[in-house]
């Protein structure tokens, strides 16, 4: 039987091999790390978590990222797997453990039969064989030029930014507590999956003005300012109105400060980033600050005052392509067919949306290889509106990176009653769940 190349052993690509591994197909799975790095990823390790260590949302019955996760465990993913096995708590959502979530998931695929690995950069695009390109968005310089080369079209790019970890022991808890938004942590563990630091006005607003005037990350020329609206650096937000962060990371709804009476004016969270509890990341605080402004802007938080960083923010530059415009439904290249693409590259913004591509690329990929087509999941599923939005579903002019969300789904026949958000959520995910369990027979 023939065999499939992988290129990238990040979620996308990881998730493609172990898919078409247990499908019956040799895989033989390309990574340049750890010979050739990138300024974010620190080991060699397959499915290594460079940002947030949060999978996000686990509610399957009412939070679209929440079906995403059902129905990558429902088809045997191997990253949902994984991070199950090494969850920490944080409430609803699912956070993981991420050094032995990336060790464990590597252990899986070497050992994997079927599954071979090399470490080395493919800098071309190949001309035989059939491939899948899962590189993400930190895609070698040599590879992206061949892409651009090959399909006549500039790769399209956009700036991600990373929160900064800090050390828990260093969190001053006369200040901060412990709790979930909401009371949302069902068991007293996962009631300390969150620090919240409070501001008043007055801290609400020196903070805000100490970040608009913090020293920020250059571009070099040539290079525009093109955020992911779903990830944008605070002190952006901060530039589009001074309430702005107020109503996003550092709302202070659903939170109850036991050390003060008054209701804080804002709110900053942290959320548990390991398993031991000693790293906590600062929610929605991804920044283009340098690091010396970092330092001294968030120690204005009260109770952090004294932190210490196991990393500070940063930014970089992250590449994906036109997927509406060079893909096919089957996420091949138009121009090259042997050729499918998965993962952040073609404009999907997130772990589990990554993970999702991948897991469907190595299913058409070992399907084709064994002499027949497998079809997209159906619209209404979580899976097929991602794949019908990169293939096809968005406007090629104005395609922009995109989280799964129920606005990708075909609507809800408003028929049967159902007005409130909660139950038409409700209704997707039903819906969803249906016609996916139908097409996975």
């Not at 060790?103 to 050992?111: C, M, Q």
């Not at 001309?127 to 006549?152: E, F, K, M, V, Y």
């Not at 003005?209 to 020293?215: G, H, K, M, T, V």
């Amino acid at each position: 039987m023939e065999q499939l190349h992988i290129i990238g052993g990040g979620m996308a690509g990881s998730e493609a091999a172990w898919q078409a591994a247990e499908a019956g197909v040799p895989v033989v799975l390309h990574e340049m790390r750890p010979g050739v790095g990138t300024f974010a990823h620190r080991t060699g390790d397959f499915a290594e978590m460079v940002c947030s260590n949060s999978f996000r949302s686990d509610d399957d019955e009412r939070n679209a990222v929440g079906l995403l996760h059902w129905e990558m465990r429902a088809a045997g993913g191997l990253i949902m797997d994984m991070a199950s096995r090494h969850r920490l708590p944080a409430g609803g959502a699912l956070a993981v453990d991420r050094d032995p979530f990336a060790a464990a998931v590597t252990e899986k695929l070497k050992s994997h039969p079927l599954i071979s690995t090399t470490y080395e950069e493919v800098t071309d695009l190949p001309s035989s064989g059939h491939w899948i390109i899962a590189t993400g968005p930190l895609t070698s310089a040599a590879l992206a030029t061949s892409i651009r080369n090959t399909t006549g079209a500039d790769a399209l790019a956009f700036f991600d930014a990373i929160a900064p970890i800090v050390y828990a022991e260093t969190i001053d808890m006369g200040q901060a507590w412990l709790q979930s938004r909401y009371d949302k942590g069902e068991t007293e563990d996962e009631q300390k999956a969150y620090i919240n630091c409070p501001m008043t006005k007055d801290e609400y607003e020196a903070f805000i003005d100490a970040l608009l005037a913090a020293e920020k990350t250059e571009f070099h020329e040539g290079e525009t300012a093109g955020y992911f609206d779903g990830c944008l650096p605070i002190e952006v937000m901060a530039e589009r109105g001074r309430e702005t962060l107020r109503f996003g990371p550092m709302k202070p709804v659903g939170l109850t400060n036991p050390h003060r009476p008054e209701k804080p004016h804002a709110v900053v969270q942290l959320r548990r980033d390991n398993k031991l509890g000693t790293l906590y990341n600062i929610v929605g605080f991804q920044t283009k600050m340098k690091y010396g402004a970092q330092t001294a802007v968030f120690k204005m938080i009260p109770g952090l005052q004294d932190a210490n960083f196991a990393r500070l923010g940063g930014i970089h530059r992250n590449t994906f392509i036109n997927s509406p415009t060079l893909l096919d439904h089957q996420m091949r290249l138009k121009s090259r067919p042997h050729i499918r693409f998965a993962g952040q590259i073609t404009g999907v913004e997130g772990y589990v949306e990554s993970a999702a591509m991948g897991l469907l690329a190595g299913r058409m990929a070992a399907a084709e290889i064994m002499g027949r087509t497998l079809p997209p999941p159906p619209p209404e599923t979580a899976m097929g509106a991602l794949v019908n939005h990169i293939t096809g579903g968005a406007e090629a002019k104005t395609f922009q990176p995109m989280n799964v969300n129920f606005g990708l789904f075909p609507p809800i026949d408003a028929k049967g009653g159902r007005r409130g958000r909660k139950d038409r959520y409700k209704a997707y995910t039903d819906r969803a769940k249906l016609a996916f369990t139908e097409w996975l027979s």
